[in-house]
Each structure stands twice: as C-alpha cells, then as structure tokens.
C-alpha cells in the first residue's frame, strides 16, 4: 500500500467523505451566510470562488493536512531552488525564472541562468519589433504581412492560446497562422494563400526532432524555395526556437534566427520562453513583459501565500478530493470568453501530460487515481451541448468557469446576457431543483395531475454539482498571465500529492516507436504480418485501397 493511502489526513478524508457525501450544498449555503467570503480568494483582479464546492472547514482543514503531510511547501521551495525535481530527467523546472525580473540572480547547477534568460529574451524582442515596425524586409524588399509558427504540444498550444486570448491585443495588419498537423491538409490549407515574400516561419520545437514539426518544416522550406527559385533568401523568412540549436543550423537557420531554450523548460510550460516568439511579434515586448508579471505576481504568491490562502493549492487540493474520494474521472474547464476558446486545448497538455501517470516517484505503481480527464469548451456552446450531463448525468464532473467582468469592447447588452448565463449555471449546477418546485412549475404552467406526474421525473435536477468561478476584470496580457501560472502551478501541486513527476511524459514515447517502424512497412506495397491481427489488418486494409486509388500491383 502507499504512503499516501496510510497517511492519517488521507484516512481521515476518507471517513469524512462517507459523512458528507449526501451532504446538499444547498443546506451548507443555507446553514452559513458567510461562505462565500470564507471560500473565496483574489489576487490582483482576479476573484477565485471555490464556495460553491462539497466543502466545510472540516474539509478544507484536512485537505490542508494532507498538503502539509506531502510536504507541499518544502516541494515549491525546491522547484523555485532549481533543484532537480523532473527526476527521471535528472532536470530543474525553472519556467518561473523565465518571467521572474526581481530576483538578482537563478541558479540551476551552479550557473546563474538570468542574464542568459535576459539576453535571448531581448533577443527575441528585438526581431519582433523589426517584423512589427515593417522594418525588417523580406526577399523582394517587402514588409512581413504573414508570420507561421510550425510546432506541436507545447511548442504550439500555448502560443496558440494566448495569440487568440490577446487578439484584441494584437497588430491587425499581421497574421499569425499557426501549423501542427503532420496531415498536409494543415500546411497547404495554411500556405495556399500566402505570398513567400511577405512570410516569415518560426519552427518552434525544444527537440528540434519531433516528426510532425520537422516534415511541416521540410514542406515550408520547399514551397519556399520552389516559389522563390533558390534557397538564398532563407535566412529572412526562416527562424527557430530550440534547445537543440546545431539541428536548427543544420536545417538551414541563420544563426541569428536561432533562438534558445534550456532543457530546465518544459515544453507544455515553455510559452515564457522564444516559443512565444509569435506572441511577441503579435502583441508587441510591452504587451509580453505585461503578460510575464502577471505570471510571476503569482510565482510569487504561490511561494509566499499561506497554504489556505493560496490560490493554486486550493485549486489543487479540491481536484484531489474529488478525483480521490468521490471517484470522479473527468473535469470541465468553462471559458466564458470567447479570447480563451483554445484555452482547455491548451490546458489539456498542461494537465493530462503532466499528470497522467500511474507511476510514483519511487518508481512503484500506484494505488490511487491520478490526472482527471480534462475537458472544455467555450461555455455558451457547451450549455448547448454537453451540460446536459453535467446538469443530469450520472457522473460527477467537477467544473471551472472563467468569465470576465467586462470585455474588450464591452458591449453591454451582449456582456450582461453572457454573465447572466454564468451565474445562472454556478447556481443551477449547485442548487438544481427540487420534485416539489419542478411539480409547482409544472402547475404553474397549467398542466393536468396525470401531465405533472408523468413529466415531474424528467424536470428535477440533482444539483451538488461543484463549480469553482474564476472572475477576472478583463482578459488584458497581465492577467491572462497569472490565469496561465494559477493552472500551471495547480498542476505541480497535484502532482506533489500524488507523488508523481509532473515534468516528464515517457508515455507519448510509444506511439512515436512503433509509428517509425510502421512508416518503413508503408513505404512498399507488401502485404504485412508482424503485428497483432487488428493491426495487420488495418494496415492491409490501407494499402490495398491505396494501391486501387494509385493503381499499383499489390504483392504478397
Ligand atoms: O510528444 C509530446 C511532446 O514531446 C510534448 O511534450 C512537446 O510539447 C511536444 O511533443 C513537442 O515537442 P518539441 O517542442 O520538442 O517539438
């Protein structure tokens, strides 16, 4: 058995699930008049309602303990200490010291990492500002109008999500197209209408190897040099952003379009870095340096904030006490700002990738659940879709809600009738309703005894459904930042409960093993016997209908 079952807060948690569990949120609300003041915290603009959860102080003060009986605070200390801590590794993850301007020095492994930090940021500033200023030309003398981010995972979600989040941020008259899919369809979709004179690529990969980036890269360069007629004017539309800089030179990168990250940045955490190169050039170096210190007002929250006051730890702790004593297996992440419509894409790698393991950081399997399935949409469109199980289904699907207390433009009538929805559902999903209403309504509408019995079944809803409602004043730079670091941070915290490393992903390494050995099978014609029947079959399959579309022999 772990440690973790056997710890006393754990045990204890346990026994006080079982006499909670039938507990109606609508009785703990209607038995305290204070929760909403004793459950909420703010940190700048942004207000954090976690009320509206299956809590009490019992809870919250045990789910407390366990963070203290797994060592929570001792754990940020050695994360910020660039110790260590992604073991399998053998690496620090220091993304915070990416956005920390305070601190007069970092050290990771005896070198002070800030003015390398400063110098390539700097660096990456200063390429933007050209490309945003027209003053950096292209082949034909022209100004940028089209900037290409090609990468995948982290090197892709991030930039993506916070280009759409600061659109009403960005410059107008530069696109910032972003291509991850290894499917063509991506890139020519993409390309189609671009003019190469006036297209300037980043390949964003920290390996400089993965598949997906390098093929997408490949094309780009051809269609360039095939528009062009030669390869010379590379160097002015063609930029990396790697740890693996020798590659991106060996691929035909100008020196000094190579931009650098270190091995101590993940990849799902590397949107502080030069992969939000795209960010830079589409928002502009103030808008970015906004975006930094909104994230490192929460670094140092995280750090400072008593455990009960802190914001990422309560996130995290009530994941854990649903995902770990009321058995849930998913949760929804809800932006009701259309800006953040990639924003559960994005969190979705963070989370799923960082914690979805099943191996301790002792190397023994796990005797508990881990990362919950994440899921999300833009609020509204998901009303209108899946929250029918959420209002009534059988499962228990903890949510998140993020809205804004005013827009970009504000248009108020639009802006009140969206808010209007946001509150309508914290309530709903928390009080629900009960026979006896939906039988008054049903009355109420005038329908006969035999109608309201036979309807009443179907209009009741449960409620004690937990939201917690993340209510910011707009989602300008600063504060899209430490939304950003609230999540990221939350994850680690999870992971440190859960006694996982957060920072690795051996489990996307498989599918990437066996798929390179599959292409060498689909380079040829030949009927194919060494995988599993499904496999083979599909396989088969697939390159006889192929082959009738080419009209090639098949063999074998
Ligand atoms: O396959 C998963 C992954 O390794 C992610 O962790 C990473 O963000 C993504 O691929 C892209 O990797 P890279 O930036 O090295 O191309």
Redesign the pocket.
Known sequence: MSELTQLDSWLALAKHYDEIKDVHMREMFDADANRFEKYSLQINNILYDYSKNRVTDETMGLLLQLAKDADVASKIEAMFNGEHINHTEDRAVLHTALRDNSSESIMVDGIDVLPEIKAERERVKALAEKIRTREWRGASNQAITDVVNI?????HLGPLMVNEALRPHSLHDLNVHFVSNIDENHINDTLEYLNPETTFFII???????QD?MVNAETARQWFINKLGSEEQIHRHFSAVTSNVPLAKEFGIAEENVFKMWDWV???YSLWSAIGLSIVIAIGSEAFDELLEGAHDVDVHFQEAPLEKNIPVIMALLGVWYNNFFDAQSMAVLPYDQHLHRFPAYLQ?ADM?SNGKYVDMQGNTVDYTTGPVLFGEIGIAGQHAFFQLLHQGTKLVPADILAPVYSFRCIARHHRALMSNVFAQTEALMRGKTEDEARDELAAEGLTEEQIENLVPYKVFPGNRPTSTLLFDTLDPKTLGAIVALYEHKIFVQGVVWNINSFD?WG?ELG?QLAKSILHELNNDNYINTHDSSTNGLINHYKKRRSMKTGTEQEG
């Open positions: 990468g995948i995972g982290g090197s964003a990969s920290k390996t400089f190897t993965t980036t993940g990849g799902r790698q990738e992903q996307v990437k």
